[in-house]
């Protein structure tokens, strides 16, 4: 159980293009579910915190309006990188939590962008 | 607030070895504590957790006991194969839905 999709898992696009990724928990309900942004070799930053909903919660220094987040149901959120610049390039991570287990994290594959 | 210490990597070792990755942690509550493990380009899994202290979190052979005497959560492996050649990330939370705070990571790799 407790099992995170994201999609796509790579995704190559050219500068100024916007480009959506899904996070989706397959077999549980996420109450709330997080984005991250890891570069190589470094640990994980978290973005913004979504609940089912509401709106996105950022954290200091993220572009609210540059990364727009979107938790319509409890199985799905969004990610759209609007705009997107070789400079945000990166591994993007999503999150899931809730039910039971809410105290843990469940982890989507992550979903490489490039861009050109 | 809230912060998490892993020891820095690599940690190279040979098949079979015993590992051991420290992690120390600090926090105004009672957090809950994990270890996640990350293969070359894919997710976080979780590998084990412990929601109070003296709990002891397992899975595929690894360990971890919550010590809040000393705000610590090493993680153990008595034989290492050279398929836990990984990242691994301690993190802590202090409430269900919360965000979690992450160690820097510390990579293993283990040779045959």
């Known amino acids: 159980g407790a099992v995170v999709s994201q999609h796509p898992s790579w995704v190559i696009c050219k500068s100024g293009t916007s480009v959506k990724i899904e996070c989706r928990s397959l077999?549980?309900?996420?109450?709330?579910m997080f984005w991250y942004r890891q570069f190589p070799k470094q640990s994980l930053m978290l973005m913004a915190t979504?609940?089912?909903?509401?709106?996105?919660?950022?954290e200091q220094g993220v572009e609210k309006d540059k990364f727009l987040i979107n938790h319509a149901s409890l199985t799905l959120s969004t990610l759209t990188v609007t705009s997107a610049h070789p400079e945000d390039s990166s591994f993007y991570i999503c999150?899931?939590?809730?039910?039971?287990?809410?105290?843990?994290?469940?982890f989507g594959p992550g979903t490489r962008l490039t861009v050109l | 607030g809230n912060s998490v210490t892993q020891m820095e990597g690599p940690v190279t070792l040979s098949e079979e070895a015993f590992l051991t990755i420290n992690c120390t942690y600090t926090?105004?509550?009672?957090?809950?504590l994990f270890w996640y493990v990350q293969y070359p380009g894919e997710g976080l899994q979780l590998l084990l957790k412990?929601?109070?202290?003296?709990d002891k979190g397992s899975n595929k052979g690894f360990e971890a006991t919550y010590r809040k005497e000393t705000t610590s959560f090493h993680l153990e492996k008595g034989s290492v194969q050279v398929s836990d050649s990984a990242v691994y990330f301690c993190?802590?939370?202090?409430?269900?839905?919360?965000?979690?705070?992450f160690g820097g990571g510390t990579r293993v790799l283990v040779k045959p």
């Open positions: 077999d549980f309900q996420a109450t709330t």
């Open positions: 412990a929601t109070k202290a003296d």
């Open positions: 926090a105004t509550g009672y957090p809950s």
């Open positions: 993190a802590l939370s202090e409430a269900a839905g919360n965000k979690l705070t």
């Open positions: 999150s899931a939590a809730g039910g039971m287990d809410g105290d843990t994290q469940y």
């Open positions: 979504s609940n089912e909903g509401s709106k996105a919660t950022y």
